[in-house]
Each structure stands twice: as structure tokens, then as C-alpha cells.
């Protein structure tokens, strides 16, 4: 279970997460909220990609900082800026050499990504840049998933078959979304934001 406890988040003097304390102990949830509003930032702060001003975060009772806790998640997002010089290809195969996976052959045949796993990372689409994003949240097929507004400017085809793979995905799924695909899905926990940072809670 992914827990946070007591998070604040400030950038230059500037809160973003405040207070904020919750469990994730269901199998699908939707982050919403404004523009601004904190998603991004909550998604990378759960990643321990961002580190929160105070408070704790744990995965199934590890430290998010732990080597352990990280090799359970994957995450998708833009915010995260990928090394240009890299090739989707490079990226991929040091990815799966770290997470002892194979090269996800498969979801690269259905996001229609073959052709770019040799361009450098620099000269590719914001789609195409989307595709390695979530590839590399994919790969080594988490427990926790953790995708940032996943469908933005993904093509049909591979929006479909996103959408389908993770209506059966086993692990647990965190998304942030303005998209009706997850905020109207009965099976995504619907979390409001804002009612988060007004200090909601843990469930004792
Ligand atoms: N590195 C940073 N430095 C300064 N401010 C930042 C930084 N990252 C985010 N912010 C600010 O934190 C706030 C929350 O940003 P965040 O990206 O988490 O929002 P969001 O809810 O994901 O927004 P959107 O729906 O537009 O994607 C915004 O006011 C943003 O400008």
C-alpha cells in the first residue's frame, strides 16, 4: 500500500501539498484537479522523484527513497525529462538491465513505436516522447503504476489499446487525468485534490 503522510511540497516559498496524509489501498485511482492544482507533483513526490519539505512516504511499509519500494513502481510523466542523447532503444535496455525485465517487444508492437527506438530522444514527437514515457513505466509490469495524464497526445490506435491493457492490469493504478475515460470510470477511485490538501486523511 502506497501511504503518505502529513506531505508538504513547496517550490520557492510557494505551497503546493499541504498537510496532506492518505492511503491508496485500492486497486485504481484518479487524481483530479485544477490546472496547477498539485497532481504532477503529488505523482513524482510518490515516486520519490520530488522530495516533500516534510513528511513520510512508504510502499508496503518501505522508505519511497528505498531501492526496494522503487523497483515496485513505474511512472509516466512528462515532467520527467529523459537524457536526449539517449535513443529509445538505449533507454529501454538499460531500463530492463536495472529491473531485470525483457525488452518490452510486445508493447512496442502496440503503441506502433518500432520505428522510433533509434531516433534520439531529442528529435522525437511529443506523442513519441509519451510513448517512451510510458514504456518505461510498463516495462518491468509494476505493482504500482503511476501515469500521468497517460492518454495526452497518443494517437487512437495506441490510446485504445492503453486504455484496454490497463482495464486488465494485475498491479495497482494511479492516474492523474482530465480525461472522461478515468474520471467517469466506476472502476477508478475518483481523489479530489483539493479536498486532499484541506487536510484529509488516513483512514485509522
Ligand atoms: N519545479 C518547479 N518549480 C517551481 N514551481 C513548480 C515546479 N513544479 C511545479 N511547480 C508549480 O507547482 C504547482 C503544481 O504543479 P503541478 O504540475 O503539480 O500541477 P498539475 O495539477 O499537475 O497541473 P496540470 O493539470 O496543469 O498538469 C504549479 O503552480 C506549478 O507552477
Known sequence: MLLLREISKSYQKKPVINQLSYQFDQQRYCIIGPNGSGKTTLLMLAAGLEIASSGKITLDDKPISSVSAKRQLG????????????????????HCSQHACLFPTQFIEHLGFAPQLTTP????????????????????????????EPTTGLDHQSRSWLLAYLDSYPGKIIVTS?????????????????????GSSIAS
Do not use: C, M, R
Not at 75 to 94: G, R, Y
Not at 121 to 133: C, E, M, R, T
Open 75 to 94: 511512472i509516466s510523466s512528462d515532467k520527467i525529462i529523459l537524457p536526449d542523447f539517449l535513443t529509445p532503444q538505449q533507454l529501454l535496455e538499460f
Open 178 to 198: 482530465h480525461e472522461e475515460s478515468f474520471t467517469e470510470n466506476e472502476h477508478y477511485h475518483s481523489v479530489f485534490l483539493n479536498e486532499l490538501n484541506q
Open 121 to 148: 530522444v531529442s528529435a522525437l514527437s511529443l506523442g513519441n516522447l509519451k510513448k517512451i514515457s510510458l514504456l518505461l513505466a510498463l516495462a518491468h509490469q509494476p505493482q504500482y503504476l503511476l501515469l500521468d
